[in-house]
């Protein structure tokens, strides 16, 4: 029993030891920040039933913080103290993560009055006086004057709430305030040349991971923001609650652009499709852990589950992001350089939530200063490895084109050897043609000359009438036929090669008044612009020959003064014929005709076109046909 009782002393002796009473604020600890939890008392309101003017006249409500310990974090807590300086000071009190914090000052001396400042990151911005901050406040001390310090502390985001209470000049916390503030705008500095460049890079190669880098960047230096209290300060001063609600929906912004990087510069899909589809299986997750971290801070704000809710979610992310760490092998130079930074990302991110569950809201001061290291080291590495793969792939390009320029060469030279090669055989081929069909002309040229002078022969030997007449019928057509033939080019013999048929129709008619004793006066009107192809012109050329021929036989043995006009024109597309003479017949019969009025309507027939006859003044023949020429 007597043991026990020695082990009450000590332990109330050890109590007695721990708790300091009145902190001193002299010349030698001016220059430093004094931890003011040592020299607290505390006292757990868990009704609100206590003010500040009750607790500041009865300290002996307060108890020793030594060993303590609460159930309930969202409890309001009271901090009492006593501080003296031995020289007239500006001070600074300062704390860093609390919901609420009000500052109540009391100085021992007569009739004087209580000073209340509000602070706190909960604290709308118009409630913070002037000279003080979210997470600090500012007072003067007399020198030799000892200040009751009373501080109501209430932390609504369900941690344990930290009561870690510094008190230093207003030179030193303006000096380690500007450092603080210096390498946070540095980090933001160097993160948004580096976005800046990320995205200029995107708008001119239109590469794909450049803009996934710019999300996990972007998200990332807003997280860097929020968690160092700018962001709520620049843009939600009044609502600070709905400030610190974001932050961690700028991790998830993050880590959905890392996780879109890592499905597309990886092509995971081509690699291990079940990984792709975990992949894509996290990126909805993360959409469903942002909508769950918001109710749960819009309805409990309970800051806690929600860090745990995200820290859990990380576990899972963490063993898909090993698993595709395994295929290393797979990886070239540049895709390594992504897992190395997928590496890092994960050292902190596994240091970071250990931490979390440990020592619980105090890991986000550390965090900040990782967050902005973790900006930078991790966005040079992918970004290292994103400059490497398009390097490589414009490298890939430039090596294709000139391979393809080398084949297409390849080709051309080829080509033009096969047309080469074609040409020279075209070309033999139509000197053959072209042989073939000078042969053909002189043959027959050589054929009607033969017949034409066969003919001619006959006619001088005969003396029957009727078989002189047939004769001369004969070579007259054969002379048209000699005619049409000898008008056409035969270096260039085509089938739809144009003749003017003036030049050719203007011998028949000679030809035809010297196989005729009897002179006729002839006279043609022939539009020389008329182009007809060779078996229009042989057609048109045996038509004349024809109806001269008639008109000699049959029209003027009673006429003392025969003329026989021809007419040939072409209106657009129709080319119309009209032939006349003298004659004495005032009918045409057709057995005075025979062989030749049937020749002639066959042939109007091939060319489709139409006459018609008429025989009141001499015989007029007029016929039309199509000549698109």
């Keep these: 029993m007597k043991y026990s009782y020695l082990l009450i002393v000590l332990l109330f002796c050890k109590d007695l030891l721990s708790q300091k009473d009145t902190l001193v604020f002299s010349k030698t600890t001016g220059d430093q920040s004094i931890p003011l939890r040592p020299y607290f008392r505390l006292l757990e309101d868990d009704s609100n039933r206590y003010n500040a003017t009750k607790l ?21 807590f009271w901090l009492l103290t006593y501080i003296k300086s031995n020289e007239n000071k500006d001070v600074i009190l300062s704390f860093k993560n609390l919901s609420y914090a009000d500052l109540y000052i009391l100085p021992d001396t007569n009739e004087s009055a209580i000073e209340h400042h509000q602070a706190g990151a909960f604290r709308p911005k118009q409630y913070i006086n002037t000279e003080d901050g979210r997470f600090h406040f500012y007072f003067k001390m007399a020198a030799g004057v000892t ?21 230093s000049s207003v ?31 995107w708008a001119i190669t239109r590469f794909r991971p450049y803009l996934w880098l710019a999300i996990f960047i972007t998200g990332l230096i807003l997280y860097h923001l929020a968690l160092n209290r700018y962001f709520v300060d620049w843009v939600f001063p009044a609502n600070p609650i709905l400030g610190l609600r974001l932050t961690i929906h700028f991790l998830h912004l993050a880590i959905v652009g890392l996780y879109l990087l890592i499905l597309d510069f990886w092509k995971i ?22 909508v769950l971290s918001f109710f749960i801070l819009t309805y409990s704000t309970n800051f806690k589950i929600m860090s745990q809710l995200n820290g859990l979610f990380f576990l899972v992310q963490a063993v898909y992001l090993l698993r595709t760490l395994m295929l290393w092998k797979t990886f070239d130079r540049q895709e390594r350089f992504l897992a190395y930074g997928v590496i890092v990302y994960l050292l902190i991110a596994f240091f970071v ?12 001061s550390l965090f900040a200063l990782l967050s902005g290291i973790m900006i930078i080291v991790i966005s040079l590495l992918f970004l290292t490895g994103i400059n490497g793969k398009l390097w490589e792939n414009q490298k890939q390009k430039t090596l294709y084109l000139a391979q393809l320029n080398e084949l297409q060469l390849q080709q051309n030279h080829l080509l033009e050897k096969k047309v080469s090669e074609r040409t020279n055989e075209l070309y033999r081929r139509n000197e053959h043609i072209e042989l073939l ?14 017949l034409y002078s066969l003919n001619s022969l006959q006619l001088t030997n005969n003396k029957d009438n009727y ?43 000679e030809h035809a008044k010297t196989m005729f004793t009897q002179p006729a006066h002839i006279q043609l009107t022939i539009d020389k612009n008329i182009m007809l192809n060779a078996t229009a012109g042989l057609c048109v050329g045996l038509i004349i020959t024809e109806l001269i021929t008639n008109s ?56 489709k076109g139409h006459y018609t006859v008429n025989t009141e003044n001499g015989l007029t023949y007029s016929f039309q046909f199509p000549n698109p020429s």
């Design 56 to 76: 500041l006249n009865t300290p002996e409500l307060f108890g020793n913080i030594a060993g303590f310990n609460t159930t309930k974090p969202n409890n309001v």
């Design 147 to 167: 200040y009751r310090i009373l501080i109501r502390s209430h932390h609504t985001k369900l941690y344990k709430p930290i009561l870690d209470f510094e008190l």
């Design 437 to 450: 069909m000078n042969e053909l002309n002189h043959r027959v040229k050589n054929n009607l000359q033969l």
């Design 353 to 364: 939530t250990i931490l979390l569950f440990i020592i619980g809201e105090n890991v986000f």
């Design 171 to 201: 030179y030193q916390f303006t000096k380690n305030k500007q450092k603080s503030e210096l390498i946070d705008f540095w980090f933001q500095g160097a993160a948004l040349f580096l976005l800046l460049y990320v995205i200029i890079t």
């Design 467 to 509: 078989t002189a007449s047939v004769l001369k019928d004969n070579i007259a057509r054969i002379k048209a036929m000699m005619l049409a033939n000898e008008s056409l080019q035969i270096d260039n013999y085509l089938s739809d090669q144009m003749i003017s048929p003036a030049s050719f129709i203007t011998e028949i008619v």
């Design 552 to 607: 000699y036989k049959h029209a003027f043995p009673f006429q003392k003064k025969p003329q026989i006009i021809i007419e040939m024109k072409q209106k657009e597309s129709l080319c119309n014929i009209h032939y006349c003479d003298n004659g004495t017949k005032t009918s045409l019969n057709k057995s005075d005709y025979g062989f030749g009025l049937t020749l002639i309507s066959d042939l109007i027939r091939q060319l």
């Design 269 to 290: 899909n081509t690699k291990h499709i079940a990984l792709y589809r975990f992949g894509k299986a996290i990126l909805y997750g993360i959409i469903l852990v942002s």
